[in-house]
């Protein structure tokens, strides 16, 4: 097992450097001039020829490719992004606390999803074409379909303005959380039990569950085994689902108006601020590797014979 | 004495209405070996899980099943589940499949003995030990440790007659236990599945296809096909007088195999 999370992690490194590399291209195919975005950011009223060489100078724009992909990623590694281009301040201050209160909100919420997704996902199998299993994946069905932004507008108009029990915006205390959470849980948690009351009915039908029960294990014992190997699928997916809602809560940080990341990426898009994108992009890859590696981890530490494929 | 009776069994799924197993009687003789033969999707596997009610739900069963007097039908979940194992034993085809692949061997040991008798650790593993090494399953101990793809198909399935070996049944209900082996292993299989009978004569119905080793461990067979018994007798009888055209293409098939396979191994001699 040890070997193998050394493995695992090896191959991790090879992807960062890749994931960096493509940041940093695709920031720069961008047809714009940064020398001309930043001194358009800085409010110049007239940007001239000079102006630019100057800025270019100053910046290091004028470099070859490579050097400034060096020097950049060198600084990443020391959580340098470089600063903004339009209020000139670190990018790493700007980014990191409205990364934290992403992340808050993604860590609760995924925790709702997947115990909802858990919960859901074995009670529909155990009773699979039943009256329960029927009416939850209706219901379930339903409520995805809603588009979040609309639901969340719901929500606050009814709980924060009608009855005057939740906090319409902002990020305040614990009960902030409560509606952003909810709206959230509901369009992931919809789709995730599926996956989860899926790969139980994949389990359902093998033969080691008919050999424990010709054994005369309990049901509940037999539950568990199926538990066990089903949410090896399961929790790939999950893990995969926490950078999927850190990366895409841009909707409901702005319906509800909460100070992360997803706002900040939007207002950093809008005007152009380059150094925020790719330290935005960077992140979001960033979780999306390290969340897998770990999926990758703990599905070994539960399946040994995933250990061997590496 | 018949320590279990089968008498109009009729099997159907209640989702489509379709008859599995018609009205199907036979019976097993206290220590003897009774094997039911036929193509795949004769009703043989369904009629065996009948008797141990582990059809899935929507497999609907009516008849009488009288095992040591009673009648399975009307026993609670409860006492159904103390019989299987302990009184009714199964040995699966696959046994690459019949565990549950992200725990050791041993989990599944410990489980199913714990599930039906207090022992100690100590007790239950110098038992299993004993079982696996009677059934010349080698280093018992840390076999136990191993996961079942870390063993062969045919380590599991001397594994689970090692545990029937635990429980002592009074019923084996083999399931094609040598059709997913290599030759050798089968042979191994057939071979513990002998001295099982003669060590603790436990009486077994024995499910295959392949009438050479039905030939060479049952004492009476049942010809399925389509759902229906079309025939049944002592082993003997069977292969020299059957009645039934499809027994006596069965049975003239495998001779022709093995005709066959003996002037094979004549002409490279």
Redesign the interface.
């Known amino acids: 097992m040890g070997s193998y999370m050394v493995k695992r992690i090896g191959i991790a490194v090879p992807l960062l450097i890749m994931i960096s590399f493509l940041t940093f291209v695709l920031i720069n195919l961008s047809p714009l001039d940064p020398a001309v975005v930043v001194l358009q950011a800085q409010d110049i009223p007239e940007v001239t020829e000079e102006l630019i060489a100057q800025t270019n100078e100053k910046l290091g724009f004028n470099q070859p490719f490579m050097i400034r992909y060096l020097h950049w990623a060198a600084s990443c590694l020391q959580l340098d992004f470089g600063v903004s281009y339009v209020t000139g301040e670190s990018v790493w201050l700007t980014i990191a606390p409205a990364f934290l209160n992403t992340l808050k909100l993604t860590l609760v919420s995924s925790v709702f999803i997947i115990v909802m997704s858990i919960l859901l996902g074995v009670a529909c199998a155990m009773r699979e074409g039943k009256m329960m299993d029927k009416s939850v994946r209706g219901i379930a069905f339903f409520l995805t379909a809603i588009p979040s932004y609309w639901l969340a507008s719901i929500m606050i108009w009814y709980f924060s303005v009608h009855l005057d029990l939740l906090p319409t915006s902002g990020m305040d205390s614990y009960r902030s959380y409560i509606l952003p959470v909810i709206v959230l849980t509901i369009s992931y948690a919809g789709i995730y039990f599926r996956t989860v009351r899926s790969s139980m009915l994949n389990q359902i039908n093998?033969?080691?569950v008919?050999?424990?029960?010709?054994?005369?294990?309990?049901e509940k014992?037999i539950t568990m085994?199926i538990l066990?190997?089903s949410l090896?699928v399961a929790i790939s997916i999950f893990a995969m689902a926490i950078p999927i809602i850190l990366g895409s809560t841009v909707v409901i940080e702005n319906v509800f108006a909460w100070p992360g990341l997803g706002r900040l990426s939007v207002k950093a898009i809008l005007s152009r601020d380059f150094p925020i994108i790719q330290a935005y992009v960077l992140i979001v890859a960033v979780a999306f590797v390290f969340f897998n590696t770990i999926s990758d981890i703990i599905n070994a530490a539960?399946?040994?014979?995933l250990r061997k494929d590496l | 004495m018949n320590l279990l009776e089968v008498e109009n069994l009729c099997i159907w799924d209640a989702g489509t209405n379709e008859t599995i197993v018609h009205n199907s009687s036979f019976h097993v003789k206290q220590g003897s070996c009774l094997a039911i033969v036929g193509e795949s999707g004769s009703g043989k596997s369904v009629t065996c899980r009948s008797l141990m009610r582990l059809n899935k739900a929507w497999i609907r069963q009516s008849g009488d099943i009288r095992f040591k007097g009673e009648d399975v039908n009307l026993l609670s979940a409860k006492e159904m589940r103390k019989k299987r194992g302990k009184e009714l034993c199964m040995i699966m085809q696959n046994g690459m499949r019949a565990f549950d692949p992200s725990c050791v061997v041993g989990v599944h040991c410990k489980e199913t003995l714990g599930a039906h008798f207090d022992w100690s650790k100590s007790e239950m593993e110098a038992k299993m030990k004993r079982a696996m090494e009677s059934v010349m399953l080698k280093d018992p101990i840390s076999l136990l440790n191993k996961y079942p793809h870390q063993m062969s198909g045919g380590m599991l399935q001397r594994m689970m007659i090692a545990l029937a070996l635990v429980f002592t049944p009074d019923l084996i209900i083999a399931d094609e236990p040598t059709t997913a082996l290599d030759t050798i292993s089968q042979y191994e299989v057939i071979e513990q599945l002998l001295l099982l009978r003669e060590n603790m004569g436990t009486s077994m119905i024995f499910i295959s296809h392949d009438l050479g080793v039905v030939r060479k461990i049952a004492d009476d067979v049942l010809v399925m096909k389509d759902g229906e018994i079309i025939e049944r007798g002592p082993i003997n009888m069977v292969f020299t007088e059957a009645q039934h055209e499809y027994t006596q293409y069965l049975v003239s098939t495998r001779r022709a195999l093995s005709h066959h396979f003996k002037k094979l191994i004549g002409e490279e001699l």
């Open positions: 093998e033969d080691y008919l050999y424990g029960r010709a054994s005369g294990l309990s014992k085994h066990r190997n090896q539960m399946n040994p014979k």
